[in-house]
């Protein structure tokens, strides 16, 4: 299917009046994580996926998809919303009490699309490590995604799930990074430096793709070449450069709006700067 | 006291090998996973009959929790196999958020529990497993006696809906329980009738319970002595019944005293019916290096132990 780039703009700027919506409501939550990656979750949702908003847990002859750095929820919870997951109203209860939309992703509350809870970081490339497995086992030759933050790989458990995949030829794979640069407490460089993430990966025994995960042509562009190259003996890895709080001017590049929320004046700044054809929840 | 006799002296995890080959064969969803240590997980036979089944995962336990929490979504049964220290206190958090809080179907198998693993030492005896696990809502705990239990166990927890955590061990000791049993989570095995005091025994304490049961059998002192091999959920009824009738208790487990099965019938007895209690159980410490026999007199864990506790809590309830 050949990707509308328009359209699928047109919808990463809804998802992006969401996400700071959503925040500004609770008066928490990451919009800066969440705006960089509005775009990979529209693609994915809008572009890349077979999926079934009819939601089952085993997903059987459906891509999966896995949030690693479960923070970025909001982000997530407005394509699950958008693409007919539920009812798009409910995106007002995030973070609320009584809500299944939960600060971190969960299945606890039973909200449709979540596989497993996410938020305590490092664990979602085992998980879809598992998943992958099962999809062999059970001869479904559908695709597992997953999303992580680049400060995420300063956990453990992320090289134990990078040394496994190519060992076992989990090549049913394709994980992304989002490789924005920023942490809590500041730059990655400063924090605890990634060093060359290409060369790493590479090394493991990945096969390595890089993009603009803020240019729509050229994220759909390495998400088709990454569905591609699947089944090729090799777990795939998208390192996938954005700009923390892309779209919002104010919120751009810096780690200060890790886990800010605007307050009204300036969540009536981000908005104007945010216009699309769509309606707000 | 009922008579208990023995031909074999076997592992429980030999139970547990036995118990995944039986599952395998029975459903075609269970698959294993295994952290460098096929020999002592006893999963050799699984292997051999189900190599495609079989997940060789290396020394990385916080993966392996992840992806045995993947593998139930596409419906596989996984049973991780490592030692109990590094089946929990490693990866706690893999556990409580991908396996507990996620509500997967997860099978924690745990081999080398408590201090009878002996020689490795503290390092590798873990004694908080028991309360570590309890703790996360939505987890059954078991921890059975002998190489039969563990081996009925296994196969019951694969046709079980939930994740649970398995606990056996390394030393060989007696088997005495029926090697057809029925193993029903969460039902507690009456082991002897009595009416003077209700042991609470499980793991390998059960045996040392038998055996101090025919020591205080010769004091005059008669004992009830129940399995509780379901930590969790506990059988409230079967020693709220018990209790009511004998007026004290002694619980016996290889476990630390803070957080063990101990702690979980004190703290229904507590809400229920307050009931002089003693725990045999290791006091808050770790363990060393040692053989079996000698670690489990040395830290008060073996049939002695549970005489003097009979008697104590005996004196107690006179009062």
Known sequence: MKPDIEKLTDIATQVRRDIVRMVHQCQSGHPGGSLGCADYFTALYFHVLKHNPDFNMDGTGEDLFFLSNGHISAAWYSVLARSGYFEIKELSTFRKINSRVQGHPATHDHLPGIRVASGSLGQGLSVAIGAALAKKLNGDDRLVYTLHGDGELQEGQIWEAALFAPHNKVDNLISTIDVNGQQIDGPTDRVLSLGNLHAKWEAFGWDVLETNGNDMEALVATLDLAKSRAFKGKPIMILMHTNMGHGVDFMMGSHKWHGVAPNDEQLAAALAQLTCSTQDY | ?319
């Open chain 2, 1 to 319: 006291m009922k008579k208990y006799t023995f031909t074999e002296k076997k592992d429980t995890r030999s139970g547990f090998g036995a118990g995944l080959l039986a599952a395998g064969k029975k459903n075609k969803n269970v698959v294993a996973l295994c952290a460098d240590l096929v020999g002592s997980l006893k999963m050799e036979a699984f292997i051999k009959e189900f190599p495609e089944r079989f997940i060789q995962v290396g020394i990385s336990e916080a993966n392996m929790m992840g992806m045995a929490a993947g593998l139930t979504i596409g419906g596989k049964i996984p049973f991780t196999g490592t030692f109990a220290n590094f089946s929990t206190g490693r990866v706690y958090d893999q556990i409580r958020q991908s396996i507990a809080y996620s509500e997967k179907n997860v099978k924690i198998c745990a081999s080398h529990a408590g201090l009878t693993l002996g020689e490795d030492g503290a390092t590798h005896q873990i004694l908080e497993d028991i309360g570590m696990m309890k703790m996360l809502p939505g987890m059954t705990v078991i921890n059975p006696c002998d190489y039969n239990q563990t081996k009925a166990a296994t196969e019951a927890i694969a046709e079980f809906e939930g994740p649970v955590y398995l606990r056996f061990g390394r030393p060989v000791i007696p088997i005495f329980t029926d090697p057809d049993q029925e193993f029903i989570i969460g039902k507690a095995w009456m082991v002897n009738e009595g009416k003077d005091v209700s042991i609470f025994a499980t793991g390998h304490l059960v045996w040392e319970a038998i055996l101090a049961g025919e020591k205080l059998a010769e004091l005059g002192i008669d004992a009830e002595i129940i399995n509780i091999h379901t930590i969790k959920p506990l059988d409230e009824a079967a020693v709220l019944k018990s209790v009511a009738k004998t007026g004290c208790v002694v619980s016996a487990e290889e476990h630390n005293r803070i957080g063990g099965l101990g702690d979980s019938i004190a703290q229904l007895l507590v809400r229920n019916n307050p009931t002089p209690q003693e725990y045999v159980a290791v006091d808050d410490s770790f363990g060393e290096s040692g053989k079996p026999a000698e670690l489990m007199a040395k830290y008060h864990l073996d049939c002695d132990a549970i005489v003097a506790a009979v008697q104590k809590v005996i004196a107690r309830k006179k009062k």
